[in-house]
């Protein structure tokens, strides 16, 4: 199965939970209310952090499969049940822990009326069961991801999450719409959302032996997991601290200003999270030299699909928010959009070195990276902020996301070949919020004229810089001619 082609089902994997969560959480809005949905929604960002108590086992698994691709089955099936008996004993602690720790969240700590807050710890119970649900759907998923199974992967993930969104709302349409009748709903939609993939698994691992642990594949799978633990700690962090510091720098809502441009651009990294999820079981099963082979095409391949994009996105940003949000909003936030764009484009490329450290069994150097970036982002944002105001924390995020590229190329041995390759690429962007900058707004046969260039020009310096897109574009040619 080609890469292309399960980029595009991871691809397809991903637009369809925004399809989905367009459609529903309007509707559910509007039958269970305001409060009742902000308490679910915190509890689902409560069942993601307890899931990090997965310790990186679900990537780590997908890691061991990968490398086995040719292996014999039965060490395939070893690492399996290892993981799914490891995962299931971690989510059934971390179960317990937010049992335990919920109650006075839930009770004392959130605002809620009485009547919310009986509702909430009635449906206690079942948010503690999702968690270890959550672990082991996780090995699941990292197994097929590892036998490199992404349409029937992506086809049982597209299915959960639309009965995951519609079960519990037409139970809060048809039964009630208390929380201790839709949660439950939810969990119970999880765990019959599970056995397909598990069956899946079944099938792809021909599991035959009774489900055991190795003490050995449990050393291995910890010692990756426990990097991958501290990336995936870290990364949000890194990510969410910009929007804190505004706050508290300069008031909340000031971080309306930069959070809506901030999530609207960085729907542009769909393409390079598709890629990079299909990348990984290949990366892990060749050697260093072959993948640095292909992750250097890619990343090439990639910069040459995004930088029209994002040259593209840097001129429709501003009358989009102006259409979507009001031109007042979009005066105050056009220019933070478009300076993270600077930003975004390269942390998608960055996403293939990332992924190729993780593969290639160097998860530790992504961690060490993260945490070497920490202490330097707080002092630059919180100069930044004082300095420049609500653009000071783009240049900020941009300035922390274009170090941390470079030192994953660098960390992956392509430095020095994708700087020299992606520097026409960068002179474009750069043009391109010069460009958006400079020209007034009114002057908008100046910004035609200027955008169409740029995009001509990203274009075929894309089309000249890639040659598997001047494959893919010829083949979809031919396609096309003869249909």
């Known amino acids: 199965m080609s890469v292309t082609r399960n980029t595009l089902y991871n691809l397809a994997g991903s637009v369809v939970p925004l399809l989905v969560a367009l459609v529903t959480i309007p509707l559910y809005i509007h039958r269970i209310g305001t409060a009742r949905y902000g308490v679910m929604a915190i509890v689902w960002v409560l069942l993601g952090y307890f899931g990090l108590l997965d310790l990186g086992l679900s990537r780590a698994t997908a890691n061991q499969i990968a490398q086995l691709h040719e292996g014999p089955a039965k060490d395939r099936e070893e690492i399996f049940w290892t993981a799914c008996l490891m995962n299931t004993a971690l989510g059934m602690c ?7 720790f919920a109650r006075p969240f839930l009770g004392e700590w959130l605002k809620m009326s009485r009547a919310l807050h ?5 449906a206690l119970p079942w948010i503690a069961l999702a968690v270890p649900i959550a672990t ?7 197994a097929l991801e590892g036998r490199r199974h992404f349409a029937t992967l992506n086809v049982f993930q597209a299915a959960g999450t639309i009965l995951f969104q519609a079960v519990p709302l037409a139970a809060a349409f048809f039964i009630s719409p ?26 792809s691992l021909g599991l035959r032996t009774y489900p055991r642990i190795r003490g050995d594949q449990m050393t291995r799978l910890l010692a990756y997991g426990t990097w991958i633990t501290v990336t995936t700690l870290l990364s949000p962090f890194l990510e969410s601290l910009d929007r804190f510091f505004i706050g508290v720098v300069l008031g909340a809502p000031a971080v309306a200003y930069y959070s809506v441009p901030f999530s609207l651009v960085g729907r542009t990294q769909v393409l390079p999270k598709a890629l990079s999820r299909t990348l990984f079981p290949y990366l892990s099963a060749e050697n260093p030299q072959q993948g640095r082979s292909r992750a250097l095409e890619s990343v090439i391949t990639l910069a040459a699909t995004m930088i029209p994009v994002a040259v593209l996105s840097m001129f429709l940003l501003q ?20 300076t993270l764009l600077c930003g975004i484009w ?4 960055a996403s293939i070195p990332y992924v190729m450290l993780q593969a290639q069994g160097r998860p530790d150097i ?4 993260h945490l070497a970036e920490l202490l330097p982002y707080v002092a630059l944002l919180w100069y930044c902020l004082h300095e420049f105001g609500l653009i000071g924390a783009a240049i900020a995020w941009a300035t922390r996301v274009g170090v941390d590229a470079l030192l994953l190329f660098w960390g992956a041995t392509l430095g020095l070949e994708v700087t020299k390759r992606l520097i026409p690429g960068a002179v474009l962007v750069f043009s391109a919020w010069l ?5 007034p707004t009114a002057a908008e046969s100046g910004r035609i004229v200027a955008g169409a260039t740029l995009l001509i020009a990203a274009g075929a310096w894309a089309f000249h810089s890639s040659a598997r897109l001047r494959q893919e574009v010829t083949r979809v040619w031919r396609y096309v001619s003869v249909s």
């Not at 971390?94 to 049992?99: F, K, S």
């Not at 009358?319 to 478009?338: D, Y």
């Open 366 to 369: 992504v961690a060490k990276f």
């Open 346 to 349: 390269l942390n998608g490329l």
């Open 178 to 203: 208390k929380l201790q009748v839709i949660i439950p709903v939810a969990v119970l939609v999880r765990a019959v959302s599970a056995l397909p993939l598990a069956w899946e698994v079944k099938t």
């Open 319 to 338: 009358p989009f928010l102006s259409l979507w949000m009001g031109a007042e909003f979009a005066k105050r936030s056009a220019l933070v959009g478009e």
């Open 136 to 142: 082991v759907t996780g090995v699941l998923a990292g």
């Open 94 to 100: 971390g179960g317990l822990m937010l049992y335990l």
């Open 435 to 439: 460009c958006v900058r400079l020209i």
């Open 118 to 122: 009986a509702e909430a710890l009635a």
